[in-house]
């Protein structure tokens, strides 16, 4: 439609340049005998020529005029976009309040123990180990100590990892002679897995081969098997 527009205002244009005569090809001029058909067509001639170079120069102007129109459109859609952007509402931070209902923490226990007698350690072990060494004929806080660390290690499996990441799969052996008092920490480190409510996590105390503990394992993976006498 641009270029139907060029060539019609071209052409009126042309016509323009003679307003007064009424030159039309073929025909005798109007009101002007002494100038023929030819010299009108001549002169006709001329301007269409003057006016095709004309109309290529606004053929080839539009083009460049579009593409600055589009350049200058897609600023001003830019600009736009990003002055909405900076005037949009931003997401307002709210502060974390914390509930008046929670739960007090409970104070932590010091990380404590006596150089001199390593079995005193602080904790849930602890306690243990001296619960157990109270409630022994022959006390022992060695002995009370390992069935200890075995309990804790017990109800915490697979809950709780180490600092290394690893979990709490502990082997213990404790060696004494006949008379000893090995006995009472085994009776009281089942005792206390029983009244923890982790009664089904105390193993057999017997394995006559390494297929049977392989069976028990893929029934119960976490449990705390007490063997009274172990030989390999």
Not at 25 to 37: A, I, L, Q, Y
Not at 167 to 195: F, M, N, W
């Amino acid at each position: 439609m641009a270029t139907t527009a060029l060539c019609t205002s071209a052409i009126l244009s042309a016509q323009a340049a003679f307003p007064s005569t009424g030159i039309t090809p073929g025909r005798r001029v109007v009101g002007d005998p002494e100038r023929t058909d030819a010299k009108a067509e001549f002169e006709i001639a001329d301007s269409i020529a003057k006016t095709k170079v004309d109309l290529a120069s606004l053929l080839a102007e539009p083009a460049d005029k579009q593409r600055q129109r589009r350049e200058i459109a897609e600023e001003a859609k830019k600009a736009e976009e990003q002055k909405k952007r900076s005037e949009a509402p931003k997401p307002a931070i709210v502060p974390f309040v914390k509930p008046s209902n929670a739960r007090p923490k409970r104070a932590l226990e010091p990380a404590i123990f006596d150089e001199k007698d390593l079995t005193r350690v602080p904790g849930i072990v602890g306690r243990l180990t001296d619960w157990m060494t109270a409630a022994s004929l022959y006390p022992n806080r060695r002995l009370s100590l390992g069935a200890s660390l075995t309990t804790f290690a017990t109800v915490i499996g697979q809950r709780v990892a180490g600092p290394t990441h690893g979990s709490t799969h502990v082997y213990v052996a404790l060696l004494a002679p006949t008379a000893a008092g090995k006995q009472q920490p085994i009776d009281c480190g089942k005792e206390a897995l029983r009244e923890a409510g982790a009664a089904d996590r105390i193993g057999s105390g017997d394995f006559r081969s390494s297929v049977a503990l392989v069976n028990s394992l893929r029934v119960q993976s976490v449990f705390c098997s007490f063997i009274d006498e172990y030989s390999p």
